[in-house]
């Protein structure tokens, strides 16, 4: 199969390249067209470069040149399936500034779409990667795929757009998308001004973990390998044009986490420092799956095993961590913006 993967340079991205060449091995083609913006790092993947089933092209979702020289695969034989991760995907980062979420998170939906019509008769699949926060926040019960979308903040707003882009040009002009809607992710190679590896690096370093408001915010946690998992399943046996939550059924309370954090790493809980909240901070997300289990996947990765696994991969990879946190000048100061004064 022939993959063109965008933002693979990003934490799931990367991991799902991976999940690819370790089920396939030579039988994956991929393209990673990426821009590296400060969340990609194309050394996430440097195993493969050089292997010439693997094609690194640094390029913008956005830019139509990009894209058309991304679907012509690793050697000019084309794309089967394209799976769209490329996004702008920090809320925090939404709420300074929304400009580069439009560009990217639904314009440059439209930039792939536009060319994958131009591959139609030959495409296999088009995956559009969205988000639970689409639908918004749920104080009690679940989102299912039908209800209707009320994303609350500018991020989510913008991969609305890209995921109704994308159902529209399945609809409009029968190509074959799939979209899908994730909840949170953890694990990995997360980029750490998310919450869990921002909390844990923190920790390592005795530094305070600034925790939003009441701490009493939900969210649904999904391992990145069932999420990469449940990706490559729908590949395989999803329905065009139709649209799947992807749950890891692990809602806990921001400060649950954050407890259970501290507690691994054995450091102490005066480390929390409550913060003043999120604009706008969604209260609950929560996701029905059951249409994804009918069709036979269901996530099943323990959630403790899988945080203890998590923080113990960050522990072992400091370097990598360090180089984001401590020398790049872009991190430094988007942390001192976000937190100086809260
Ligand atoms: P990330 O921020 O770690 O990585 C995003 C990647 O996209 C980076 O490598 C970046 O360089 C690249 N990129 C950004 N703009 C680009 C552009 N214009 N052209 C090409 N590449 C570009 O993000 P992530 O957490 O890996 O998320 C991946 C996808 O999954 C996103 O679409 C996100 O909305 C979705 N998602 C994420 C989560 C989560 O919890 N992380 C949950 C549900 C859905
Ligand atoms: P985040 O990892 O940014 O993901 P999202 O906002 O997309 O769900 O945040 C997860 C939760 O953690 C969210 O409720 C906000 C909260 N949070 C904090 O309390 N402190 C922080 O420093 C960060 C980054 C997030």
Same mark, same amino acid.
């Given at each position: 199969?022939?993959?063109?993967?965008?933002?693979?340079?990003?934490?799931i991205?990367?991991n799902f #390249?991976?999940f690819l060449?370790?089920k396939? $091995? &030579?039988?994956?083609?991929?393209? +990673?067209?990426?821009?590296?913006?400060? %969340? !990609?790092?194309?050394?996430?993947?440097?195993?493969?470069?050089?292997?010439?089933?693997?094609?690194?092209?640094?390029?913008?979702?956005?830019?139509?040149?990009?894209?058309?020289?991304?679907?012509?695969?690793?050697?000019?034989?084309?794309?089967?399936v394209?799976v769209?991760?490329?996004?702008?995907?920090?809320?925090?980062?939404?709420?300074?500034?929304?400009?580069?979420?439009?560009?990217?998170?639904?314009?440059?939906?439209?930039?792939?779409?536009?060319?994958?019509?131009?591959?139609?008769?030959?495409?296999?699949r088009?995956v559009?990667i969205s988000?639970d926060?689409?639908?918004?926040? #749920?104080?009690?019960?679940s989102?299912s795929e $039908? &209800?209707?979308?009320?994303?609350? +903040?500018?991020?989510?707003?913008?991969? %609305? !757009?890209?995921?109704?882009?994308?159902?529209?040009?399945?609809?409009?002009?029968?190509?074959?998308?799939i979209v899908t809607r994730a909840s949170?992710n953890?694990?990995?190679?997360?980029?750490?001004?998310?919450?869990?590896?921002?909390?844990?690096?923190?920790?390592?370093?005795?530094?305070?973990?600034?925790?939003?408001?009441?701490?009493?915010?939900?969210?649904d946690w999904l391992f990145v390998d069932d999420h990469c998992a449940a990706i490559d399943f729908l590949i395989e046996y999803g329905t065009n044009?139709e649209t799947y939550n992807i749950g890891g059924g692990n809602?806990?309370?921001?400060?649950?986490?954050?407890?259970?954090?501290?507690?691994?790493?054995?450091?102490?809980?005066?480390?929390?420092?409550?913060?003043?909240?999120?604009?706008?901070?969604?209260?609950?997300?929560?996701l029905d799956t059951r249409k994804l289990e009918r069709l036979g996947f269901k996530c099943d990765t323990d959630f403790?095993?899988a945080?203890?696994?998590?923080?113990?991969?960050?522990?072992?990879?400091?370097?990598?961590?360090?180089?984001?946190?401590?020398?790049?000048?872009?991190?430094?100061?988007?942390?001192?913006?976000?937190?100086?004064?809260?």
């Amino acid at each position: 199969m022939r993959y063109l993967v965008t933002g693979g340079a990003g934490f799931i991205g990367s991991n799902f #390249i991976r999940f690819l060449f370790n089920k396939y $091995g &030579d039988d994956a083609q991929v393209v +990673n067209l990426d821009k590296l913006t400060y %969340a !990609g790092i194309r050394e996430n993947l440097a195993e493969y470069e050089g292997k010439p089933n693997y094609r690194f092209l640094e390029g913008d979702i956005a830019n139509p040149a990009d894209v058309t020289e991304a679907y012509r695969g690793v050697d000019g034989n084309g794309t089967d399936v394209v799976v769209n991760f490329a996004a702008e995907t920090h809320v925090d980062r939404s709420l300074m500034e929304a400009g580069t979420f439009i560009q990217t998170d639904v314009h440059g939906v439209l930039v792939l779409l536009e060319e994958a019509r131009r591959h139609a008769p030959k495409l296999r699949r088009f995956v559009q990667i969205s988000t639970d926060e689409v639908y918004g926040s #749920i104080d009690d019960g679940s989102f299912s795929e $039908g &209800d209707p979308l009320n994303p609350r +903040n500018p991020y989510s707003a913008s991969k %609305a !757009g890209g995921d109704r882009m994308a159902y529209a040009y399945g609809q409009t002009y029968g190509l074959p998308v799939i979209v899908t809607r994730a909840s949170n992710n953890f694990g990995p190679y997360q980029y750490p001004e998310k919450l869990i590896p921002l909390f844990v690096t923190n920790a390592m370093d005795d530094l305070p973990l600034p925790l939003y408001g009441d701490g009493k915010n939900v969210r649904d946690w999904l391992f990145v390998d069932d999420h990469c998992a449940a990706i490559d399943f729908l590949i395989e046996y999803g329905t065009n044009s139709e649209t799947y939550n992807i749950g890891g059924g692990n809602e806990r309370e921001n400060r649950e986490i954050t407890y259970r954090i501290l507690e691994l790493l054995k450091k102490p809980e005066s480390l929390i420092k409550p913060v003043g909240d999120r604009q706008g901070h969604d209260r609950r997300y929560s996701l029905d799956t059951r249409k994804l289990e009918r069709l036979g996947f269901k996530c099943d990765t323990d959630f403790d095993a899988a945080l203890e696994r998590t923080v113990r991969w960050y522990v072992e990879n400091e370097p990598w961590w360090r180089a984001i946190k401590e020398r790049s000048a872009e991190f430094r100061a988007y942390y001192e913006k976000q937190y100086a004064n809260r």
